[in-house]
C-alpha cells in the first residue's frame, strides 16, 4: 500500500470508518504478530497483545497526529504492550516456533542439516539478548525499521538503538560464528534480507472471529 492510499484509509478510520481501520489492519496485522510472537516467545500470548495493540490503535486514532509512519506507531503500541505484560509476570519463555518453517529452502538434505542448526541456535541466542537488544535487532534485521522508527517504537533514543543493536550484532557474531564464512561476522554470513525472507507468516487459527485474515 503506498503513502497516501494510507493516509487516506487512516484519515477514514479516524472518523469513524470500520472498514477503512480493517484495511490497514489486514496490512499491518502479519509484521506486529510477528514482532510480538519473537517478543513473547507464546504465540497465544503474542495473539493476545496483537490484538489489544489494534484495539488500542482503533480507539487512538484521533490521537495519532502521523508524528510517525503507522506501521512505526503500531510497533510502539505493541512494543508497550509487551514491557506490561513483562512486569505482570516474572519471566517470560523465549522459546517459540517461529524458525521452525524457515527449514527446506536449501537443496540438498546436508545443506538442509546445517541450515536448521543455524536457525536453532540463532533462536537461541536470540532468547538470551535482554528485551531492548533482541527488540532493536527483530525490528531493525527483520521488519526492516530505521534507526529512529526503532526509537520510537521502544521509546528510547536513537543512540541507544545504535548500542544495542551494536552489542546484540557482536553477541550473535561470537556466539554463531560457527556458521560464518571462513568465522566471518554472522551479521554478513546471513543477511538481514535474507532472514527476513525465511522468517514464516505466524498462524492465525484461533484469532478473534472478528479479525480480519492477515494477507
Keep these: 500500500m503506498d503513502a497516501p492510499a494510507e493516509e487516506s484509509l487512516i484519515r477514514a478510520a479516524a472518523l469513524g ?13 502479519t509484521p506486529v504478530l510477528r514482532y510480538t510472537t519473537r517478543l513473547t516467545g507464546s504465540p497465544t500470548t503474542a495473539e493476545d497483545i496483537t490484538q489489544e495493540t489494534f484495539l488500542a490503535a482503533w480507539r487512538g486514532l484521533d490521537r495519532f497526529g502521523f508524528r510517525s509512519s503507522f506501521r512505526t506507531w503500531l510497533f510502539t503500541i505493541a512494543s508497550r504492550k509487551t514491557v506490561d505484560l513483562q512486569r505482570r509476570q516474572s519471566a517470560i519463555v523465549i522459546s517459540d516456533n517461529t524458525f521452525e518453517a524457515m527449514e527446506g529452502r536449501t537443496p540438498g538434505p546436508a545443506a538442509r542439516t546445517v541450515e536448521h542448526s543455524f536457525l536453532v541456535a540463532l533462536q537461541t541466542e536470540l532468547g538470551r539478548l535482554g528485551y531492548q537488544a533482541r527488540a532493536c535487532w527483530w525490528l531493525r534485521e527483520v521488519e526492516g525499521l530505521s534507526h529512529d522508527e526503532i526509537a520510537t517504537a521502544l521509546a528510547i533514543s536513537r543512540g541507544s538503538v545504535r548500542g544495542h543493536l551494536q552489542r546484540a550484532r557482536s553477541q550473535l557474531a561470537v556466539q554463531l560464528a560457527a556458521w560464518g564464512p571462513d568465522g566471518s561476522d ?29 494477507r
Excluded: N
Design 186 to 214: 554472522v551479521h554478513e554470513a546471513r543477511s538481514p534480507g535474507r532472514i527476513r525472507h525465511q522468517i514464516p507468516r505466524p498462524t492465525t487459527e484461533g484469532r478473534r472471529d472478528d479479525s480480519p485474515a492477515p
Design 17 to 29: 470508518d470500520r472498514q477503512a481501520f480493517d484495511q490497514l489492519m489486514r496490512c499491518h496485522l
